[in-house]
């Protein structure tokens, strides 16, 4: 069987300019990178958004794999085989799921988005600008200290951190300035990965580089000697920070193995950060296209409820319809099977795990939108156990559909399509109103997302909320940073926990994002690598990369 390097390798590419043409993207609009790969400048993309917003997120991700990625791609070249002109808009593969555990974020089998190799690996460069402009950041706070210290900087109540786009957990926690007075003043930082960055959650939030530049200009990055925030603006960089980001804010135009123009562009984490895809790439393809595929990452609890309640909100978005990847292997991962039983059958196991299905099949429905279940069939599942699924989805009240798009790409996936196009709203809802204050948004989502019991802010929490509120800050969106393996914070917590503990340990404002973070659990927002690395396997022969996954 063919790896998904291989079939990317051996399809031969379509001009971007063809798929440019495509998608109706001007010629004057398309910034080319090589043949296969453009940016486009949204500038000269006249119109108003008019397509129609399909939302794509999963059950709680396990070891056993969801493909949710992958059956997204392979529906929006289904869209085109039933003669919709649907357009992908999704995030940019990190370096560090990639070098790490999870692979890249281009699909899989016959359903990816190519050219695989670059856009898991450099892209076109958006990644590395948001880690200069973060550590250009830190650099300039540091010698604004070290220069005299105009503002009245206090080095202990310095937040802001520098990023990398690679899991080190050697540099969760460390001590900059050593050496002496000449190498600068000795403060406790650390690192986060690229991915969970405020500068990555700004482009992904942006409306345009003005935008863009005003929200830089809005992160704080430490207090003075009085407790006061001290801004970018404070120190007069935005500018400098907003060059940096002057190209990465175009969104990047690539294809799919059917020919369907996508969007890649933006990156953040949904266990970290908010974890959906730049709002410009979306608006974009909402111009362009008649349907528009678009994911938030991981569960319905973290990437789908933020791009309900942060995305939308911020862009005035209407979600029309919504699609939940499951798969017969993570549902009996949930009911307690161990990763290598997984193929043999055991309804034992479906019938306890096929409630983490049902839970985020729930979570949808609260905004306002009816999912349908998108059962992406692997291998070993047995006919029998298909048939069981469509019995319970028959007594739940939802509809389920069975894809094949790894093997089959856009063909694999020509019912569900059909079934999301029957299934359209034209409205969709947040859950929760900030105006109401940080605690109420919280506990909103902890009891209605998380099925949590209760809610315990640690005393540095207390402490944070405290300064929230002085400086008006508690009425802004929240959100929450929490593992994906659970809807509690404690990832060991399988299938649909109730009643648990939310802990909340640390309230971050991030106000150029225009958020808060609330960090859960044991949470990192910079990741550590697995005892065998993907990157082990990685290699070049040849001048041809292999290995990827």
Known sequence: MSTDVEIAQAHTLEPITDIAARAGIPEDALITYGPTKAKVDISKIPGEASGKLILVTGISPTPAGEGKSTVLIGLSDAMRLIGKESIVAIREP?????????????????????????????FTGDFHAITSATNTLAALVDNHVQQGNELGIDVRSITWQRCMDVNDRSLREIVTGLGGKAHGTPTETGFTITAASEIMAILCLASDLDDLR??????????????EPVTVADLKVEGALTA???????????????????????????????????????????????????????????????????????????????????????????????????????????????????????????????????????????????????????????ELVPVEVWAKGGEGAIDLAKAVMANLREDSTQLYDPSLGIEASIETIATNVYSAGRIH????????????????????????????????????????????????????????????????????????????????????????????F
């Open 244 to 398: 940096l980001m002057r190209d990465a804010i175009n969104p990047n135009l690539v294809q799919t193995l059917g020919g369907t123009p996508a969007f890649v562009h933006g990156g953040p984490f949904a266990n970290i950060a908010h974890g959906c895809n730049s709002l410009i790439a979306t608006r974009t393809a909402l111009k362009l296209g008649e349907v528009v595929l678009t994911e938030a990452g991981f569960g319905s609890d973290l990437g789908a409820e933020k791009f309900f309640d942060i995305k939308s909100r911020v862009g005035g978005l209407t979600v029309n319809g919504a699609v939940v990847v499951a798969t017969v292997r993570s549902l009996k991962y949930n009911g307690g099977v161990a990763k290598d039983q997984l193929t043999s059958e055991n309804f034992e196991a479906l019938t306890k795990g096929v409630a983490n299905l049902e839970a985020h099949v729930r979570n949808v429905r609260q905004f306002g939108v009816t999912p349908i279940v998108a059962l992406n069939r692997f291998a070993s599942d047995t006919d029998e156990e298909i048939a069981w699924m469509k019995k319970w989805a028959q007594e739940f009240g939802v």
């Open 457 to 548: 802010y640690s005393w540095k929490a207390e402490k944070d909320l405290k300064y929230l509120k002085e400086n008006g800050w508690d009425t802004l969106p929240v959100c929450i940073s929490k593992t994906q393996y659970s809807f509690s914070d404690e990832p060991s917590q399988l299938g649909a926990a109730e009643g648990h503990t939310l802990h909340v340990r640390k309230l971050l404002p991030r106000i150029g994002s225009g958020f808060i973070v609330a960090l859960t659990g044991d949470v990192m927002t910079m990741p550590g690598l697995p005892k065998k690395p993907a990157a082990l396997g990685i290699d070049v022969e040849d001048g041809m990369i292999n290995g990827l």
């Open 94 to 122: 990190s370096l560090g799921p990639v070098m790490g555990i999870k692979g890249g974020a281009a699909g899989g089998g016959y359903s990816q988005i190519v050219p695989m190799e670059e856009i898991n690996l450099h």
């Open 214 to 227: 005003e929200r830089i200009s809005r992160i704080v990055v430490a207090q003075n000697f009085e407790g």
